[in-house]
């Protein structure tokens, strides 16, 4: 009788090691050419658009988040969410250190699990790759409405992009040409 039940709580373990090996949650995707970006288990990964094993980009504690590449494809903004903050932040399309370009206060509603989503949502790139769109909750009196934000990559602060959309709306990004 030990050996049926030793039998059957291995080949349940090993059932179950398989499942979790199978198990794969991609999120919040981006294209640039022949590049594909994605959230995996929180880091950012790339991969070819035809396949092939994904090259992870990222490794801090953190969430990595909202991935866009630059128009040309060598940088990839994203929201971060380290340290309980959660930031706009820059890498090279190739992976290396994440540069942070915003600085805001930390929010009661900033968790990526809230249904509007964290503070500071990576949106795009300006037409010249010197800025980041980004939209943002810090300055709103209401957590659900968030403004649209520029973050250049120079340091400077950031500043009101102007819309013609209402305040708090989501703006998608278009897919670079």
Known sequence: MKKILTCVLLFGGTLSLKAQQEARLLRFPTVHGNQVAFTYAGDLYVVASTGGVARRITSHPGYEMFARFSHDGKSIAF???????????????????????????????????????????VMGWTPDDKSVIYRGRGTSFNPFKGKVYLAPLNGDLSQNCPSPLPPGFLIMPMAPK
């Open 79 to 121: 929201t971060g969410q380290y340290d309980g903050n959660t930031e706009v932040f820059v890498i090279p399309a190739t992976g290396g250190e994440p540069k942070r370009i915003t600085y805001t206060p930390t929010l009661g509603r900033d968790d990526v699990a809230d249904r509007m989503g964290p503070n500071n949502i």
